[in-house]
């Protein structure tokens, strides 16, 4: 799904990317909010512990998106993501962490166009986690409170922002789109294949959810309330604690385990699962090529990046090359992630201080 330069024409792509700067912007003031939200008494948060787990996030998802699963005759898919980043950690930081994995992507991978970025960034971060956690907060409401209900909203909502993303790069194509193919039919296959696509990405983030959610519903944005009750065992039986029982203290309920279980996992996908990925073209490329898309499609600028392609330069065993790429991915993503995580979060703290040290009708 990532689009090269050259899919879509200079003003479209240049509108993109102000639109996309225009979110991110946005979202860089929500997810203050919901990293502080997050570290909130008894979330088991604080900057030092959101941060991280918010890169973990990014870091998971670039892992995942390495992974193509094959979903029709000679075409694949892969995790798109945002659904699964607005349920665990909130649709303002789900933006941020999908833009930094495309970012990261573009310029060490050569994995979708610079001038596309824009492009990229509307369709796979902006549109997939505002329609999934639309849709995710409207099931949840109407569901019944549970952790099943969570998961269960979670296959929904991913499985339609894919199509969803289609519908948006065929409108963005309809408008700037550089080579002469009928509308209809490029609708038609974009929607067809997403929607495949879709299956698989439900299938993902709902196993994901899922199994965060039985270890530390706390840690996920989009569970809140449903932690688990305290159990008592009475003449031999588990009940629920009284609602007047003391909550576990957050110190005691760190959520280190989950963060390194998660960078290992992602570690494993992308260092050594990744080389049994898919060699097919994905949803987007197989559309492109058999209709004539990709006729304009530009060599990427950085096309000789020493980790273009996914694969460390020089390094001529497959295997060995595609593995240290993903891990190299990883440990940029995780690292970069968090560091934007941290700034957020500072900043929030320190815009709360500035506003506790103004005198009172005074504005700053």
Not at 19 to 36: P, T, W, Y
Not at 109 to 114: E, N, P, S, Y
Not at 215 to 240: F, I, M, T, W, Y
Not at 311 to 321: H, N
Request: some cysteine; overall charge neutral; charged content about 15%.
């Amino acid at each position: 799904m990532h689009a090269p330069d050259g899919f879509i024409d200079v003003p479209v792509s240049a509108a993109a990317g102000v639109l996309a700067a225009g979110a991110i912007a946005v979202s860089l003031r929500g997810a203050r909010r919901e990293l502080d939200d997050t570290a909130r008494p008894g979330a088991g948060g604080g900057a030092e512990r959101t941060a991280p787990l918010a890169g973990l996030v990014a870091a998971f998802i670039f892992a995942v998106q390495m992974l193509n699963f094959p979903v029709a005759a000679g075409t694949s898919g892969h995790l798109l993501g945002g659904a699964l980043a607005a349920i665990l950690v909130g649709p303002y930081t789900g933006v941020l962490c999908v833009s930094v994995v495309l970012l990261l992507q573009s310029v060490l991978f050569a994995d979708g166009g610079l001038t596309a970025l824009g492009v990229n960034i509307t369709t796979m971060a902006i549109t997939t986690t505002v329609v999934a956690y639309a849709l995710f907060r409207g099931l949840v409401k109407v569901l019944p409170r549970s952790r099943r209900s969570v998961t269960a909203a979670s296959f929904v909502a991913a499985l339609v922002s894919v199509p969803a993303s289609a519908v948006v790069f065929t409108l963005l194509y309809a408008v700037g789109g550089t080579t002469d193919v009928s509308i209809g039919k490029v609708a038609t296959a974009m929607v067809g294949v997403h929607v495949l696509i879709g299956l698989g990405e439900a299938a993902i983030t709902a196993l994901t959810v899922g199994a965060v959610i039985a270890v530390r519903p706390d840690l996920v944005h989009g569970a809140r309330g449903l932690g688990q009750k305290l159990k008592l065992r009475v003449n031999g039986e588990l009940v629920d604690a009284p609602e007047t029982a003391e909550p576990v203290p957050a110190a005691a309920r760190s959520p280190r385990k989950v963060w390194i279980a998660g960078l290992v996992t992602s570690l494993l996908l992308a260092g050594f699962v990744s080389f049994y990925a898919s060699a097919n073209p994905d949803g987007l490329e197989k559309v492109a090529a058999d209709h004539g898309i990709d006729k304009q499609a530009e060599e990427h600028a950085v096309a000789d990046s020493p980790l273009a392609d996914y694969g460390v330069k020089d390094v001529d065993d497959a295997r060995l090359s595609g593995g240290l790429a993903g891990v190299i991915g990883v440990g940029v993503t995780v690292v970069a992630g968090t560091g934007v995580f941290w700034a957020v979060r500072r900043k929030r703290t320190a815009d709360e201080r500035a506003e506790d040290t103004t005198p009172a009708g005074t504005s700053v």
